[in-house]
């Protein structure tokens, strides 16, 4: 009997301890199962079963919470995939530093300009741009300070690993949380600005250049005017030299603005070609019957090397006319005169036409040869000025050329003349056959 009454107590022990089990703690266990997968950012966690009193009711909080979250984490993660987008696709540089100036984020635009392949966070502003300018402009937002903007120079990299300054206008911004007036954080926004200052630069010097030619002459006129004026329209010899010596000077501003006219209309917007077929060899063959007497002048000898298959092509002949002028003017110009031997020759593959002009002269030094297609540059520049030359001639060439589609270069040993190589497409229309 006493055995029996063991057996059911130890029975019904073990029945209240499954039932225990079962119904309490293993639901229990699940549930902080649940919590750990959420504490380590897994959100998704099995539908709560419908089963009465506490536990139920806890868990289906847990899951509401799990729902939450993994809404939350949803939406924080399509911000964060936006946010990226956005700053990837900025063309302007973006930095944004903690408190303590250290750099957090950055984008693609910044590691480009500054270093590529090398990422510069957790550095701060100063160890990154070794520029003080930087800093202090952090520290004053930093402090509460309103949005500065600054302008600073850097040597950069580029990604083939060579050197460059660039020129940078940086908006200065502080970043202040909705429950906090102190700042956290200051946003760097980098706006390359390299091709605009490099314009500012080349207008400048384009007026200056161009205040220089126009002053040449009108001084010598102003001076010529004068000694008119005080009595030399009295002596016949005197008047007629102050007159020639203006005529000149006259001819010599003409020419400038035409060359300036040009320059304008091949660098601006009417940069307009009117097209037809032109043949090239017959071109040049009426440029040097105008230039024949300069040609007998100098005494120089003209050779021409051209095949009927290198003749004709799409362009305009106008502006091809101008072309050659400039090129021969020039040789002749500075060739020595009663040895000047020119050397025209042309060739054709598929597409292109080539043509060479060479000359015995003087050559192109090499120290000059980088800057030879420049506008206003003159390697001997009294001969240049004394010659009548504006120093837009191969500018002129150059945009020319470029116009057509071509490329223009110059090929000179010093003292062994030099060779000018122009390549023009045959057509404008790519899509069209070679005639």
Known sequence: MNTFLLFISIAAIASAAIFIHLRFIKPW??????LEQMASGNFRIPAVQDEPGQYAETTRHVKRISELLLKLDRQIANEDLSLRGILSGMVEGILIID???????VNEALLHFFSPGRSPIGRTVLEYFRRHELQHASERALAGGEPQQIELSFETITPKGTSTQRHFNIHVAALSPESSSLPQAVLLVFQDVTDVR???????????????????????IKGYVETLLDGAMEEPEMA???LEAIQRNVQRLNLLIEDLLSISQMEGRARLLELDSVNLHELLLRVLENLKPTISATKARIEI???????VIEADSRRMEQVYLNLLTNALRYGDSGDLVLSITAKRDEHTIAIAIADNGPGIPLSAQPFIFDRFYRVHKDRSRDG??????????KNIILAHGGTVSVESTPSQGATFHIRLPVSQNPSEPAA
Request: overall charge positive; aromatic content about 6%; proline content about 4%.
């Open 99 to 105: 408190r303590t100036q250290r750099i957090t984020l």
């Open 29 to 34: 266990q699940s549930l902080r199962r649940d």
């Open 198 to 220: 490099n314009l500012e630069a080349t207008r400048r010097e384009f007026i200056a250049n161009v205040s220089h030619e126009f002053r040449t002459p009108l001084a010598i």
């Open 240 to 242: 007629e030299r102050s």
């Open 388 to 397: 009548g030359g504006t120093g837009l001639g191969l500018s002129i060439v």
């Open 305 to 311: 090397e051209w095949p009927v298959e290198a003749r």
